[in-house]
């Protein structure tokens, strides 16, 4: 791990992966103008740009837009790699669903005192509890409106679904993620995303993943991948790129295995960064 920024600017074209929420948002949410003109810059200089979330493609619209994807085109990641899509056209490029036999668990898990659940259904977050902080936070993050459910395992029965995540007080998760991995052992992955967000996906979901099949449909290599993150669903992206940041805000393990380490998001850290690769 570095904690200074000692490389040459990158060659061009390259992809650049980012991180929404604790990367390219300052505490506050906003993102500033000045990382939003260094990653236009970028692009103008012939980046190719992926947004990679844990948010739903309809969260991550608003940002894409103002980072200049609507000019510039690029990619989307969405649902922690469960989602692949070209921007510019629309056309999703790959998908993957939790099977249905990780509802049970999920429902039981979730229905604990403190706990409850969410997922996405078209543009729409349903719950069993549309009351709870956390749900509440996805909603404000994501711009979707919330439809309460009374039980996900037979309102949504006909639906196919992208991710669920668990909602608790952090001090309730480093537990429930080790019962829910090992419940649902080969055919969900359970991490957390925020200290109050345990998101099941299905088995192998990763952004690593789905960044790995867009260089394959750009023709692009590792050593082409410049990635950016803070929590845990990163650090595989952040491996993989030949240029690995994470946040100066991001958790220990994900610093430990980056390239860099950025200043924190609260001081455009990312900005500061990105600025060194401009040609």
């Not at 490389?7 to 500033?32: E, N």
């Not at 709870?132 to 039980?151: K, L, T």
């Not at 240029?243 to 610093?255: E, S, Y």
């Amino acid at each position: 791990m570095k904690n200074s920024i000692p490389f040459s600017p990158f060659t061009f074209p390259f992809l650049l992966a980012l991180d929404v929420d604790g990367t390219l948002t300052r505490p506050d949410g906003t993102i500033s103008l000045r990382t939003v003109n260094v990653i236009k810059e970028l692009q103008r200089s012939g980046a190719v740009l992926c947004i990679a979330s844990g948010r739903p493609p309809l969260g991550i619209r608003p940002v894409a837009e103002l980072l200049g994807m609507g000019e510039f085109g690029g990619y989307i990641i969405g649902f922690n790699g469960g989602v692949l899509m070209d921007y510019a056209t629309g056309q999703v490029l790959y998908t993957a669903t939790l099977p249905s036999e990780a509802l049970p668990v999920i429902a039981e898990c979730s229905r604990r005192p403190g706990h409850t659940v969410l997922t996405y259904v078209d543009d729409e977050i349903c719950t069993e509890d549309a009351t709870d902080p956390y749900v509440h936070i996805s909603h404000q993050r994501n711009g979707m409106p919330v439809r309460e459910v009374a039980d996900i395992l037979t309102d949504l029965s006909a639906e196919t679904l992208p991710k669920c995540i668990i909602t608790s007080d952090p001090c309730e998760m480093p537990a429930l993620q080790r019962e829910v991995t090992a419940r649902l052992y080969g055919m969900a992955d359970a991490y957390l995303s925020e200290a109050y967000f345990l998101e099941v996906v299905p088995r192998g979901t990763d952004k690593a993943d789905a960044l790995v099949r867009l260089l394959e449909h750009l023709g692009l290599s590792h050593g082409n991948l410049i990635a950016a993150g803070d929590g845990h669903n990163d650090m595989g992206m952040i491996r993989l790129a030949a240029l690995g940041i994470a946040m100066g805000n991001a958790h220990p393990d994900v610093r430990q295995v980056a390239d860099v380490v950025a200043p924190s998001h609260a001081d455009d850290g990312l900005a500061q960064v990105l600025e060194q690769c401009l040609p």
